[in-house]
């Protein structure tokens, strides 16, 4: 699976956007990019995936760029519940696969 | 509740004592998989299971660990002999196992070895 790389830590204030980077240059034509996110002692949890087109769901929006080598996660109104350690991981879609985990993006949202 | 539910959610052993970790994955999913989480560490890939192939062990640490999927089911990770080294939260999740594939993750059981 492709490498990624993600800022170690991020600051957002209460209500504004937050906007995860992360790197993935050598990502493969058949690997979707992932993001999972894990609060304080809790288990990952899955927000969203996408493979070339920019995607929206109830929790965030992704973004990738066209020529694949980086996305952007973007929480619209981000509040102190969505404080976390965010994953960017890239992996082929096809079958049971193990998730690869770097060590994430620290965001901490401020009041 | 439909998550994935793991037991126990502590369990403080001493060195050298078996240990058994419970995983009840979500009903119908046929993927199972084990990862562990270190104290400031990133999530380690232990074994994953899907459906009635061979379980993928090549994350296993060393030959003290060993799991076992029940029926297509739960699923017990076990850990021979313990040493502190094993301290950690072990995380379980489970996937439909096709398509997207989204793994949806227990709260994990911390292990604690004195």
């Known amino acids: 699976d492709a490498k990624t790389t993600q800022p170690t830590s991020m600051d957002c204030a209460e209500g504004r956007a937050a906007n995860l980077p992360c790197n993935h240059s050598t990502i493969s034509g058949n690997e979707y990019v992932y993001w999972y996110r894990q609060i304080h002692s809790q288990g990952p949890q899955y927000i969203i995936h996408?493979?070339?087109n920019n995607e929206t769901n109830e929790m965030a929006s992704l973004i990738i760029t066209e020529d694949r080598k980086s996305s952007t996660l973007i929480l619209p109104h981000a509040t102190l519940r969505d404080t976390a350690v965010y994953y960017c991981?890239?992996?082929?879609?096809?079958?049971?696969?193990?998730?690869?985990f770097g060590q994430g993006t620290r965001l901490t949202i401020n009041p | 509740g439909a998550g994935v539910s793991q037991s126990p959610s502590n369990k403080v052993t001493e060195k050298g004592k078996d240990v058994e970790l419970r995983c009840d994955p979500i009903?119908?999913?046929?993927?199972l998989y084990w990862y562990r989480q270190s104290l400031g560490q990133g999530l380690e890939f232990l074994i994953y299971?899907?459906?009635?192939?061979?379980?993928?062990k090549s994350g296993l640490p060393s030959d003290r660990f060993s799991a076992e999927r029940t029926g297509g089911s739960v699923s017990t990770l076990t850990i021979q002999r313990t040493q502190q080294e094993d301290s950690a939260v072990y995380l379980c999740?489970?996937?439909?196992?096709?398509?997207?594939?989204?793994?949806?993750f227990g709260a994990g059981t911390r292990l604690s070895v004195l």
């Open positions: 299971f899907q459906g009635n192939s061979a379980p993928d």
């Open positions: 996408g493979l070339k």
């Open positions: 009903s119908g999913h046929t993927a």
């Open positions: 999740a489970s996937s439909h196992g096709a398509g997207v594939n989204i793994q949806y």
């Open positions: 991981i890239v992996k082929i879609i096809q079958g049971a696969q193990k998730l690869v």
